[in-house]
């Protein structure tokens, strides 16, 4: 199928406001070059809080099939445009340079805008150019590559001091095939480590190596349901695994309805598995090799709404064949807007641990232990981080300035 391409142009025209016209105020949230928006619409005033606005503009993003990242506007107007409200979408390819994507963005947003500004006293500062100068036909192909995404990534770091020498390579190979009903992927990574730390008459050096191999393949059932397979294998002189093999079936539940995971989303997702383990180094318990089952549920909860974003997730597994081997996981990044200005940001991490089955027998080395090259007994492991930040001052905040 053929059809002439064309391109729609918006332009917002930055000639003076009457001084007798007020400027809308617009309130702007998104995770993106927000000062590159603003400078390109001067029409409107930015306000930093939301309760003084006319319009809000919050643009959530997510990661879509094709590596790319699709941006979903959400504009919601008071005061003068009481219950008029917009909703576009745009998604920008992962091959875009930054100002490609930013440009793209800044293209939807005044297409959303547009919605509001018509029929105001604004309408005169909008032009609406249709470009149709493209006399070539395009055809319509199908996908080539019928949804499969390939990447291939690598990198290598050094660094040098008087007394610590470190030097580090990763390699990636990563597949992605993603439609309505199907998502399959797979990672194949290399990556190693040398660490080299001078003393005091006395020089330590330690070397990490771990490469892996993840799949899984996952199939839409309905709306809330989803069910899968998942796999894995990696050998990692960190964790003692000469070598280490896993596969799970699971079984995922979400209590919204899939359509609306880009704002939110709450999961419950069971799995239970097999895992084969051969040791670099004899463990604790007297193995070289095992052999067991295990299994895990795991909540996952996040919302990215107006007042903030919440992202937590819940981890509890157990070996099934030593039911006292298990793990507790609790994960908690919360970013509220509480007030006027004012915002709370709290992040913190909790595990209980008790499944450390592959710690190898003997002590630790001091180059291990100095270089954290190998993983020692713990218990428990717990990070937690609080902000908290208040603006106050003039409402407007337009203006860009960068020198010095």
């Given amino acids: 199928m053929k059809r002439i391409l064309f391109t729609i142009y918006i332009i917002f025209l930055y000639l003076p406001v009457d001084a007798q016209t007020p400027k809308i105020k617009v309130f702007l949230s998104c995770n993106c070059d927000h000062q590159y928006i603003k400078q390109n619409t001067l029409i409107f005033d930015y306000v930093r809080d939301r309760t003084l606005s006319d319009i809000e503009v919050f643009i959530f993003d997510i990661k879509n099939a094709s590596g790319g990242r699709k941006y979903s506007f959400e504009f919601k107007g008071k005061n003068q445009f009481q219950s008029k409200e917009n909703k576009v979408s745009t998604n920008i ?3 875009l340079t930054l100002k490609e994507s930013t440009d ?20 005169d500062k909008i032009e609406v150019t249709l470009d149709n100068n493209h006399n070539t036909f395009i055809e319509l192909d199908k996908d080539q590559w019928r949804n499969w995404v390939f990447e291939v990534s690598g990198s290598f770091n050094f660094q040098d001091e008087k007394s610590i020498n470190e030097k580090q ?17 797979s990672d194949l990574g290399l990556r190693r480590s040398v660490k080299f730390f001078k003393g005091e008459g006395e020089n330590y050096s330690s070397e990490r190596k771990r490469s892996y ?28 695994y000469k070598s280490f093999f896993n596969f799970s079936p699971a079984l995922e ?14 999961t419950l997702a069971y799995k239970i598995g097999y895992n084969l383990y051969e040791y670099f180094v004899e463990t604790l318990y007297g193995f070289n090799k095992q052999n067991l089952f295990n299994q895990s549920l ?4 996040r919302f990215r709404e107006k007042w903030g974003n919440i992202y ?39 595990q209980l641990i008790r499944d450390q089955i ?14 954290r090259q190998r993983q020692i007994s713990t218990d428990f492991e717990n990070r937690i981080s609080l902000g908290l930040s208040y603006t106050f001052g003039s409402i407007f905040n337009n203006i860009v300035n960068t020198r010095l």
Avoid: C
């Avoid at 993840?214 to 002189?237: E, M, P």
């Avoid at 592959?358 to 270089?371: A, F, M």
């Fill in 253 to 266: 539940y979400n209590f919204i309805p899939y359509k609306e995971v880009l704002t939110r989303e709450v």
């Fill in 298 to 301: 795991t909540l996952n909860v």
């Fill in 358 to 371: 592959n710690l190898p027998k003997g002590e630790t080395s001091i180059e291990d232990l100095l270089l």
């Fill in 104 to 123: 793209a963005l800044l293209k939807t947003y005044k297409i959303g805008m547009v919605f509001f500004l018509q029929n105001t006293l604004f309408q």
């Fill in 312 to 350: 937590s997730f819940l981890v509890v597994s157990q070996f099934i064949d030593q039911p006292d081997q298990r793990r507790l996981s609790l994960n908690n990044n919360l970013n509220l807007r509480v007030w006027r200005g004012l915002s709370v940001r709290l992040s913190g991490s909790f």
């Fill in 169 to 185: 390579y990763n390699l990636e190979f990563e597949i992605d095939h993603v439609t309505e009903i199907w998502r399959v992927r």
């Fill in 93 to 95: 390819a992962q091959n």
């Fill in 213 to 240: 191999f993840t799949g899984s393949l996952v199939r839409s059932i309905s709306n809330h349901f989803s069910t899968g397979f998942f796999g894995s294998f990696q050998t990692d002189t960190y964790t003692n």
